[in-house]
């Protein structure tokens, strides 16, 4: 035994020479590195040291494509690597987990089934076992659980297709009541513990069966986890992310990050009626429309569409939302009927999120759960914005906005109409605008007989650009034959004969000789023509014009009636 210490020091230092060149392909020195290793465990006083070389030579030695390969024949090699996982000193444990990793990942030019068979032989009930508890009190062994996390990112993700599915759903038993740490995990400061932590977690969503996903989605609720994966889902790219100070300010990174959060996010959302419910407190009913929209690829699509997860069959999931169209809404820039939607608004949508998870993690009660249901979001610009339903009066008059495009389009023109009998100022002129607009779609139905004659009432009411909208909505309305009756029952020609004449007077006695500038005033100074007089003059003359064209038009309305 003396001289086997002797020979690890010379082939520890032979591996730390820079130009060694290649390992040594004879299948006898791996077998001699795992007895000796075994032996050194059989020691009442295992030395930590020496345990960590040979567990180094066996690294280096794994690494040659014909040594990979023979590993799964040596029948020791399961048995001795439980045995270093378990081994009570961190660095040992670290070193097994390092070995484990290059055991079930092929060097280059290796054969892919010889991983797969490298896994089948290693990854025994009791080695996963001793992998999966590495991650039991993280802060006490930080490395071990970085180096834990890296390795199950490995089986369950990146190079799962060569992980059997009998060991996946061991894994997902294992790691299922060590959820709560995954989310703690997955929310750390360290950049490559929260990605691999964040993807673990993905993985067992993805492999837990219908009654543990819904536990893990009402846990995630409640502990903030949800919060925080939405959180890092919206960042913006403007100013400091969540996601890019986790992953070392690196914006590679963080998009990698995200990408694996926002698939964490649609697994916790999936199936979920309060979660859903959260989502919809949160975003505009359009983009929450957009996610429960019929899918445009197959009804088969799963959730690992994006992140190309590999898991085996039986570790999907079929999704009902279209998570693809939501954010590709999400990303868009959009000033429409139906949506607003911008980077400041995603901006503020971050900063309320990031306070929210803030003030829970920052809780004095360790008990405290986040209450989702007062939860609620909903952007500054949205609070000026005049709404009827889901749609902004605003983005009506815009030349991309068709009639078509409205849900219920009855529903929606008798709540702008209202609005705008009950409007005033600039709020009715918007109106007025809009419902002009709707009704050019919709003149074969006529109006309510009681809400016209109010409409007639706003000529007395109202003046300048205001009447001027009110007018222009009227003669709209009078191309139905029963709204032109309604309007002569009410007597509006009168109010229109005498809002004509009194705005034709006004603009007749403000005329002045277009080429002169100045006129004396009482005082017998000289009094300037403004800008602001002229607009007030051609706005009378142009009020004027309107009435006597809705006189016109009763008229040939009611001559035609009698006739």
Known sequence: FL???????????????????PPSKDRRLLSWVLKTTKNVLCEEDGQIVLLCRLLGILRVLLSNKVLFEELASMPEADSLIAECLCFGHEAVCCSACLVLMCACTAPKDANSKSEGSNKQHLLTPVVLEALVSGLVSPMQRPLLCSVTLKLLESLLHSRSTTTSPEILQQLGGLLLPLRKDLCRLSRSTCPSLALHATVVLKSLLLLSVEDDLRQLQLECRRDGSFLWFLLVSVQTSRGPSVAQTSAGNSSASAHVLRGHARDVLELLVEGCVPSMSVMSRTFPPMMVAALRSSQAISSEAILRRRSQLSLADGATRKTRLNWERFWQVFSCEADRADLIWNEDIRCELANSL????????????????????????????????????????????????????????????????LRFLTSTGEELQLCAKVTEKLYRHRTQEALDAHALACCFRFIESQQGSCLASVLSFLSVAMRNAINCRNAIDCCAHSRLLKCALSHFDSAVLSCRPSLEKVSPNSDGKQEEHTDSDDKQRLMSLHVSLQCFSLLKLLASQNAGSQG
């Not at 001289?3 to 060149?21: A, H, N, P, S």
Request: charged share 30%.
């Open 3 to 21: 001289r086997d210490l002797k020979m690890v020091e010379c082939i520890t230092g032979f591996y730390t020479c820079q130009q060694c060149g």
């Open 354 to 417: 990031r306070l929210e998870f803030h003030s829970l993690i920052h809780c004095e009660s360790k008990r405290a759960v986040w209450n989702d249901f007062e939860w609620i979001f909903e952007p500054n610009v949205y609070k000026s914005e005049l709404r009827v339903g889901r749609y902004f009066i605003r983005g009506m008059l815009h030349d991309s906005f068709e009639y078509t495009d409205l849900e219920h389009p009855d529903k929606v023109f008798g709540q702008v109409f």
